[in-house]
């Protein structure tokens, strides 16, 4: 990560309709809560970024909620392992607690990556990604911005997927 | 309904939306490609992993095969849409299925999987929402990426209200898409089987790659518990390293987006457990992520089109519809006309030939006229007009169609009774010209006469509402036989190329041309030389054309050995001698006919450059004029050499950037495509009679595009060659 990658990131999120902030570890959780459009529901975020600190215990988050909390929510908060500044892309891993499902099927994803993350470009990030399929037989999903379709005449976002995607870059230790 | 009832009535009814989406998607990837830093080589690296994947392929699938399997997955290769639909089928019958929800899949068109699926009572649900759509009006897709650009979002909003009982009517589209969304998100949480299509699989890892905007894809595969994904068996590349190039490349191409708003890269089956969504107790992580996952493989005439070497490029495809929406004839009439059973645009006949088959390509091969604007919009650089130039021959040669006497005995040509005979007309276009002009003035008054007119709709198809060309007496070359050539001290020595129209037809042009290059000191000879070949290979006539193309570069080559470069006036025979005749004669002699030739601006330009005296030709004084480039001459990379001319010798240019005049040497000739040939060409219109244009004169570098623009505009256009000379 360098400090342009992470202005170009923010700037191509602006571009995209998307809205990202900036955090110290220590403010996280206060954040986060301030970003919730409630009821918001969440997957431990500690597991992927690896960090005790970066929890949602303590907010209004529902942590590994139930099906139906799920569908009735309207926040859901997962977090990215890798940013990508020249797309503005989050690389979201589908999990064994849902995390696909709680970034998908909410009108607000709230999205957490590190700003050690972030890289570059799109070849490191699909390089990345290589490295790490071949070893665990991983999958991602690049997400960039919300979803959108322009099926139905002209362009709408939210389509299936959420209309309004909000990122999180904490900085790091 | 005839062929040119069907494009007027689609032209009527559909036309209007498949433009305006169409074009949008095509100025967006002109400024999306725009953006990134090596666009070439990106392209470049793209086409080398197709060509060696397509290569390598029976050892990919093998690979492939392995990883897949030692993910927990089954692949399944079928050797046709039956196959591959009894596979699905048991799929869907072992799982007890009732309901499948799919996400938008080409390959699962071809194999008509929902009719199939439906036949034994499943229900089949698309949650693309365009494709839903579709399915709600029982119509075919219009558009390989946006299936329902030819519907109007009022259109739309009619089909709801019919089919739905909403409490309010639905307007807006946003409107229409939450609708959309809810309705269809119940059905998909209610599913069992989720079907996908793939843009891509890579070998190594058994991994897919899903390019997708709204959301479903990823809906589709998490929601369920049996994933079965369809793709042709030409998706598998070797390594998860080489999806990079396609992800950067096919949203830019496509609708014009950096990149859609999805790219989900899944190795299933994938981790996501599956749930009961009704259940309000069990936390999602304590759900079991208990998913089946089938691969299934579509040969469908694929491998032998691998084995086909001109329709193997077609493989390389990743369907991204730039070839669509960069064809003026695509965006007139959309997918609906300009398809087949599937595919549409400009690479469906590669498609529909290999697997459909001659008679299904026919049906709309003959919309491609050869402009090449989607050549350097394919982001694997597959030479698209060429695989229909080589569809059109295989379909003329297998009509047996008895060629009749008149044509035979006015055209003698390779072709063997092949081509039907208007084809044959319109190829031996060099015999007509050298007979008119022969006889002219009485070719041409006999010509006018309605009876003439009458006869020729009905025999040859050309539509009598086309003003013909009227053939010179005195050729360009017999003009320029007569009379000294004038330069004492020559910094270069050319052959002035006497192409067709300009020696028959516009021979104006091509004095003009001789005497601007004498002013800048050039030595100019214009010898007998044979037609390029253009007009049979825009046919499709391509034994005849590489006839012509030998001759011309047997014509040729005594004055290459003698040190002249070859300057051609028409761009579209000058694109045959640089890139065309590739593919007609052999290397070396194509290698120097290649590099020594120049389009006439382009070597004026050169020669200004080189320090030619600039006030031997007339001046601009700041005029305004308005310039119309030549389809292939821009593929070529070559309209800037006549604006930098004009701008340097003070004229103030505008230039038009539609992507084609419509006329398209003989196509708007054509009885069939009249209509449409104007209805492109009015978008050219629109740009010359635009406010700030209007009043300024004319010039284009093609023939065609002159002949079409003075048909549609009072303003009578010129070759820009014309107004350098007094
Ligand atoms: S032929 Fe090229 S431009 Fe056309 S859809 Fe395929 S990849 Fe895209």
Same mark, same amino acid.
Request: a negative charge.
């Given at each position: 990560?360098?400090?342009?990658?992470?202005?170009?990131?923010?700037?191509?999120?602006?571009?995209?309709?998307?809205?990202?902030?900036?955090?110290?570890?220590?403010?996280?959780?206060?954040?986060?809560?301030?970003?919730?459009?409630?009821?918001?529901?969440?997957?431990?975020?500690?597991?992927?970024?690896?960090?005790?600190?970066?929890?949602?215990?303590?907010?209004?988050?529902?942590?590994?909620?139930?099906?139906?909390?799920?569908?009735?929510?309207?926040?859901?908060?997962?977090?990215?392992?890798?940013?990508?500044?020249?797309?503005?892309?989050? /690389?979201?891993?589908?999990?064994?607690?849902?995390?696909?499902?709680?970034?998908?099927?909410?009108?607000?994803?709230?999205?957490?990556?590190?700003?050690?993350?972030?890289?570059?470009?799109?070849?490191?990030?699909?390089?990345?990604?290589?490295?790490?399929?071949?070893?665990?037989?991983?999958?991602?999903? /690049?997400?960039?911005?919300?979803?959108?379709?322009?099926?139905?005449?002209?362009?709408?976002?939210?389509?299936?997927?959420?209309?309004?995607?909000?990122?999180?870059?904490?900085?790091?230790? | 309904?005839?062929?040119?009832?069907?494009?007027?009535?689609?032209?009527?009814?559909?036309?209007?939306?498949?433009?305006?989406?169409?074009?949008?998607?095509?100025?967006?990837?002109?400024?999306?490609?725009?953006?990134?830093?090596?666009?070439?080589?990106?392209?470049?690296?793209?086409?080398?992993?197709?060509?060696?994947?397509?290569?390598?392929?029976?050892?990919?699938?093998?690979?492939?095969?392995?990883?897949?399997?030692?993910?927990?997955?089954?692949?399944?290769?079928?050797?046709?849409?039956?196959?591959?639909?009894?596979?699905?089928?048991?799929?869907?019958?072992?799982?007890?299925?009732?309901?499948?929800?799919?996400?938008?899949?080409?390959?699962?068109?071809?194999?008509?999987?929902?009719?199939?699926?439906?036949?034994?009572?499943?229900?089949?649900?698309?949650?693309?929402?365009?494709?839903?759509?579709?399915?709600?009006?029982?119509?075919?897709?219009?558009?390989?990426?946006?299936?329902?650009?030819?519907?109007?979002?009022?259109?739309?909003?009619?089909?709801?209200?019919?089919?739905?009982?909403?409490?309010?009517?639905?307007?807006?589209?946003?409107?229409?898409?939450?609708?959309?969304?809810?309705?269809?998100?119940?059905?998909?949480?209610?599913?069992?089987?989720?079907?996908?299509?793939?843009?891509?699989?890579?070998?190594?890892?058994?991994?897919?790659?899903?390019?997708?905007?709204?959301?479903?894809?990823?809906?589709?595969?998490?929601?369920?518990?049996?994933?079965?994904?369809?793709?042709?068996?030409?998706?598998?590349?070797?390594?998860?390293?080489?999806?990079?190039?396609?992800?950067?490349?096919?949203?830019?191409?496509?609708?014009?987006?950096?990149?859609?708003?999805?790219?989900?890269?899944?190795?299933?089956?994938?981790?996501?457990?599956?749930?009961?969504?009704?259940?309000?107790?069990?936390?999602?992580?304590?759900?079991?992520? #208990?998913?089946?996952?089938?691969?299934?493989?579509?040969?469908?005439?694929?491998?032998?089109?691998?084995?086909?070497?001109?329709?193997?490029?077609?493989?390389?495809?990743?369907?991204?519809?730039?070839?669509?929406?960069?064809?003026?004839?695509?965006?007139?009439?959309?997918?609906?006309?300009?398809?087949?059973?599937?595919?549409?645009?400009?690479?469906?006949?590669? *498609?529909?030939?290999?697997?459909?088959?001659?008679?299904?390509?026919?049906?709309?091969?003959?919309?491609?006229?050869?402009?090449?604007?989607?050549?350097?919009?394919?982001?694997?650089?597959? #030479?698209?007009? *060429?695989?229909?130039?080589?569809?059109?021959?295989?379909?003329?040669?297998?009509?047996?169609?008895?060629?009749?006497?008149?044509?035979?005995?006015?055209?003698? #040509?390779?072709?063997?009774?092949?081509?039907?005979?208007?084809?044959?007309?319109?190829?031996?276009?060099?015999?007509?010209?050298?007979?008119?002009?022969?006889?002219?003035?009485?070719?041409? *008054?006999?010509?006018?006469?309605?009876?003439?007119?009458?006869?020729?709709?009905?025999?040859?198809?050309?539509?009598?509402?086309?003003?013909?060309?009227?053939?010179?007496?005195?050729?360009?070359?017999? *003009?320029?036989?007569?009379?000294?050539?004038?330069?004492?001290?020559?910094?270069?020595?050319?052959?002035?190329?006497?192409?067709?129209?300009?020696?028959?037809?516009?021979?104006?042009?091509?004095?003009?041309?001789?005497?601007?290059?004498?002013?800048?000191?050039?030595?100019?000879?214009?010898?007998?030389?044979?037609?390029?070949?253009?007009?049979?290979?825009?046919?499709?006539?391509?034994?005849?054309?590489?006839?012509?193309?030998?001759?011309?570069?047997?014509?040729?080559?005594?004055?290459?050995?003698?040190?002249?470069?070859?300057?051609?006036?028409?761009?579209?025979?000058?694109?045959?001698?640089?890139?065309?005749?590739?593919?007609?004669?052999?290397?070396?002699?194509?290698?120097?006919?290649?590099?020594?030739?120049?389009?006439?601006?382009?070597?004026?330009?050169?020669?200004?450059?080189?320090?030619?005296?600039?006030?031997?030709?007339?001046?601009?004084?700041?005029?305004?004029?308005?310039?119309?480039?030549?389809?292939?001459?821009?593929?070529?990379?070559?309209?800037?050499?006549?604006?930098?001319?004009?701008?340097?010798?003070?004229?103030?240019?505008?230039?038009?950037?539609?992507?084609?005049?419509?006329?398209?040497?003989?196509?708007?000739?054509?009885?069939?495509?009249?209509?449409?040939?104007?209805?492109?060409?009015?978008?050219?219109?629109?740009?010359?009679?635009?406010?700030?244009?209007?009043?300024?004169?004319?010039?284009?570098?093609?023939?065609?595009?002159?002949?079409?623009?003075?048909?549609?505009?009072?303003?009578?256009?010129?070759?820009?060659?014309?107004?350098?000379?007094?």
């Amino acid at each position: 990560m360098s400090t342009s990658a992470l202005t170009q990131f923010e700037a191509a999120l602006d571009e995209l309709g998307a809205s990202a902030t900036h955090v110290e570890r220590d403010a996280f959780g206060d954040h986060v809560e301030e970003l919730l459009d409630p009821p918001a529901v969440g997957v431990t975020l500690e597991e992927t970024l690896g960090d005790d600190a970066l929890s949602l215990d303590g907010t209004s988050v529902s942590v590994d909620p139930t099906p139906v909390e799920l569908r009735e929510a309207t926040t859901g908060v997962t977090a990215a392992t890798l940013g990508i500044a020249d797309y503005g892309s989050v /690389v979201l891993t589908p999990t064994t607690r849902g995390s696909e499902l709680v970034s998908l099927f909410v009108d607000r994803h709230v999205v957490v990556v590190r700003a050690s993350d972030v890289v570059d470009d799109m070849k490191t990030a699909v390089d990345t990604l290589a490295v790490e399929f071949r070893e665990t037989g991983g999958s991602a999903i /690049v997400a960039t911005g919300p979803s959108a379709t322009a099926d139905m005449g002209e362009l709408v976002q939210g389509a299936h997927g959420p209309r309004e995607v909000h990122v999180v870059v904490v900085e790091d230790e | 309904m005839s062929k040119a009832d069907d494009i007027r009535r689609l032209m009527r009814t559909e036309g209007a939306a498949v433009a305006a989406n169409a074009q949008g998607f095509n100025e967006g990837r002109y400024a999306s490609v725009a953006e990134l830093d090596d666009y070439e080589g990106l392209k470049a690296e793209a086409r080398a992993i197709k060509e060696d994947a397509i290569e390598r392929l029976p050892e990919l699938l093998d690979q492939l095969r392995e990883s897949v399997e030692s993910n927990g997955g089954t692949m399944y290769v079928a050797e046709d849409a039956a196959d591959a639909n009894d596979y699905i089928r048991s799929v869907v019958a072992d799982r007890d299925a009732d309901r499948v929800v799919k996400s938008k899949s080409m390959t699962s068109e071809e194999i008509e999987v929902n009719e199939a699926l439906a036949a034994d009572g499943v229900d089949v649900v698309e949650t693309d929402l365009g494709e839903w759509v579709l399915q709600l009006a029982d119509e075919a897709p219009s558009h390989i990426v946006a299936p329902a650009i030819h519907k109007s979002r009022e259109a739309i909003a009619d089909l709801f209200a019919e089919r739905f009982d909403t409490d309010e009517p639905l307007e807006t589209a946003e409107d229409l898409t939450h609708f959309a969304r809810e309705r269809l998100g119940e059905q998909i949480v209610d599913a069992q089987v989720g079907l996908t299509g793939a843009n891509f699989l890579t070998a190594d890892t058994g991994s897919m790659a899903l390019v997708t905007s709204e959301g479903n894809a990823r809906k589709t595969v998490a929601a369920t518990d049996t994933h079965v994904a369809v793709a042709g068996v030409e998706k598998v590349v070797p390594t998860v390293e080489d999806l990079r190039p396609f992800v950067e490349l096919i949203g830019r191409s496509g609708t014009g987006q950096d990149i859609t708003s999805y790219v989900s890269l899944l190795t299933p089956p994938v981790d996501t457990p599956v749930v009961d969504f009704t259940d309000d107790e069990t936390p999602l992580s304590a759900f079991d992520a #208990d998913r089946e996952f089938h691969l299934v493989l579509i040969d469908n005439g694929r491998m032998g089109m691998r084995e086909d070497d001109q329709l193997r490029e077609t493989l390389y495809c990743i369907r991204c519809s730039a070839c669509s929406n960069s064809c003026a004839n695509f965006q007139s009439v959309g997918g609906h006309a300009f398809g087949g059973e599937t595919y549409s645009g400009g690479i469906a006949t590669g *498609w529909e030939a290999g697997i459909e088959g001659y008679d299904t390509a026919a049906e709309f091969n003959d919309l491609c006229t050869g402009c090449t604007r989607c050549v350097n919009a394919c982001p694997v650089g597959i #030479d698209i007009p *060429w695989i229909n130039t080589v569809v059109r021959d295989r379909i003329n040669r297998r009509d047996d169609e008895a060629a009749e006497w008149l044509v035979d005995g006015l055209t003698p #040509d390779e072709e063997d009774e092949g081509a039907p005979l208007q084809k044959r007309f319109f190829g031996n276009f060099e015999t007509v010209a050298k007979l008119g002009s022969l006889t002219a003035p009485v070719s041409n *008054w006999l010509a006018k006469t309605d009876a003439s007119r009458w006869a020729m709709d009905l025999a040859l198809g050309i539509d009598p509402r086309r003003e013909l060309p009227e053939f010179q007496r005195e050729t360009l070359v017999d *003009w320029f036989a007569g009379r000294e050539s004038r330069v004492a001290d020559p910094t270069r020595r050319v052959v002035l190329y006497p192409d067709l129209y300009t020696n028959h037809v516009q021979v104006e042009r091509g004095k003009a041309a001789v005497r601007v290059l004498e002013a800048l000191s050039v030595d100019v000879v214009v010898p007998p030389v044979p037609s390029s070949g253009r007009a049979p290979y825009s046919q499709g006539m391509v034994a005849t054309a590489t006839d012509h193309a030998e001759r011309v570069s047997d014509a040729l080559a005594p004055h290459l050995d003698d040190g002249r470069d070859v300057v051609v006036v028409e761009p579209s025979d000058h694109a045959m001698f640089t890139r065309e005749y590739a593919r007609l004669v052999d290397e070396e002699p194509f290698a120097r006919l290649s590099a020594n030739s120049y389009e006439i601006l382009e070597y004026v330009y050169g020669l200004l450059e080189n320090g030619a005296d600039e006030s031997a030709v007339r001046s601009g004084d700041g005029a305004e004029i308005a310039y119309h480039s030549h389809c292939q001459q821009r593929t070529l990379g070559l309209e800037t050499y006549t604006v930098g001319v004009l701008e340097r010798l003070g004229y103030d240019v505008a230039t038009t950037d539609v992507e084609c005049c419509g006329m398209a040497g003989s196509f708007g000739y054509k009885s069939d495509y009249y209509e449409l040939s104007m209805d492109v060409g009015e978008r050219l219109r629109d740009q010359l009679v635009a406010d700030d244009v209007r009043d300024r004169p004319v010039v284009a570098s093609g023939t065609s595009c002159l002949e079409q623009i003075d048909s549609l505009l009072e303003r009578q256009p010129r070759h820009p060659v014309e107004l350098l000379v007094e």
